[in-house]
T-cell receptor
């Protein structure tokens, strides 16, 4: 089966930096995605990694180590609107995504 | 706004009933995916269609079925509904069916409540 683990909850302060980790054990690997989801809304795409290393996109960066089955999402200069659930998803064979249960991030003033 | 539309937004029904959820993908996208999101399970892949053909199946119950029509919209049919089927159902579409980076864009979802 597919096993994708993320912390359930995290809290951080406005203006700070937070790192959300994701570890995975899957049968096959064909890319790792991060999505942001506000309560009751659709997941929105944040980042994609298929090769080892760091991908930077504005305030958000994502890192992948395939040999360690590990990724993290780094959020800088946190804003209140960043309070949301962050979903790590691995694409194995085919194109369907296997999602972790998500990390609920609370940004406090 | 992802460009993926889903109807209805909310649906309340009784156990044993049958419902149909509808999804229109982004213009030009050939692939449609259906996902179920419940509080305890997270987002679970149900089924994928590509240009009208079933491409992959995930954890989809036999009571559930889907199809993709020639105009590329898709419907998810849920029958003999049980209380445990209450969840958010998302549709996603993507542009690339084979190879290359392929990003799924999610619709706003249909919230189903089975009473």
């Amino acid at each position: 089966g597919q096993n994708i683990d993320q912390p359930t909850e995290m809290t951080a302060t406005e203006g700070a930096i937070v790192q959300i980790n994701c570890t995975y054990q899957t049968s096959g690997f064909n890319g790792l995605f991060w999505y942001q989801q506000h309560a009751g809304e659709a997941p929105t795409f944040l980042s994609y990694n298929v090769l080892d290393g760091l991908e930077e996109k504005g305030r958000f960066s994502s890192f992948l180590s395939r040999s360690k089955g590990y990724s993290y999402l780094l959020l800088k200069e946190l804003q209140m609107k960043d309070s949301a659930s962050y979903l790590c998803a691995v694409r194995t064979s085919g194109y369907a995504l296997n999602f972790g249960k998500g990390t609920s991030l609370l940004v406090t003033p | 706004d992802s460009g993926v539309t889903q109807t209805p937004k909310h649906l309340i029904t009784a156990t044993g009933q049958r419902v149909t959820l509808r999804c229109s993908p982004r213009s030009g996208d050939l692939s449609v995916y259906w996902y179920q999101q419940s509080l305890d399970q997270g987002l679970q892949f149900l089924i994928q269609y590509y240009n009208g053909e079933e491409r992959a199946k995930g954890n989809i119950l036999e009571r559930f079925s889907a199809q993709q029509f020639p105009d590329l919209h898709s419907e998810l049919n849920l029958s003999s509904l049980e209380l445990g089927d209450s969840a958010l159902y998302f549709c996603a579409s993507s542009a690339v069916g084979f190879g290359g980076q392929e990003t799924q864009y999610f619709g706003p979802g249909t919230r189903l409540l089975v009473l």
